[in-house]
């Protein structure tokens, strides 16, 4: 049963920083593209970051680029999103997915991903 499992989320002040966790129990891992996507309430769901099987290139949203940085070790089946400089427009509930359709559809485009995490809340105050 494919599971993706996000953590580290939380409540933080603005500028502060935090690291998002996804374990996942796709296999191959390697082969999958990892994504986060985020939606805050109101809001429609959109893309954060990706990253490729082979950790590179990455893939950023315009809202997160130079603050956010995406990374995954293929060895343990993580995928990381470390946040830094955080802002309250970044409160949101952040979701992990992983697909192989990303590879052709786009990695920005939901419609990538073909499994996905309950989400994690973050929560940026002012």
């Known amino acids: 049963q494919v599971q993706l499992v996000e953590s580290g989320g939380g409540l933080v002040q603005a500028g502060g920083s935090l690291r998002l966790s996804c374990a996942a129990s796709v296999h191959p891992f390697s082969t999958y593209a990892m994504g986060w996507f985020r939606q805050a309430p109101g809001k429609e769901r959109e893309f954060v970051a990706a990253?490729?099987?082979?950790?590179?290139?990455?893939n950023y949203g315009d809202s997160v680029k130079g603050r956010f940085t995406i990374s995954r070790d293929n060895a343990k089946n993580m995928m990381y999103l470390e946040m830094n400089s955080l802002k309250p427009e970044d409160t949101a509930v952040y979701y992990c997915?992983?697909?192989?359709?990303?590879?052709?559809?786009?990695?920005?485009?939901?419609?990538?991903?073909?499994?996905w995490g309950q989400g994690t809340q973050v929560t940026v105050s002012s």
């Open positions: 997915a992983a697909g192989t359709r990303a590879y052709t559809l786009g990695y920005s485009s939901q419609n990538g991903y073909d499994y």
């Open positions: 990253i490729m099987w082979s950790g590179g290139p990455k």
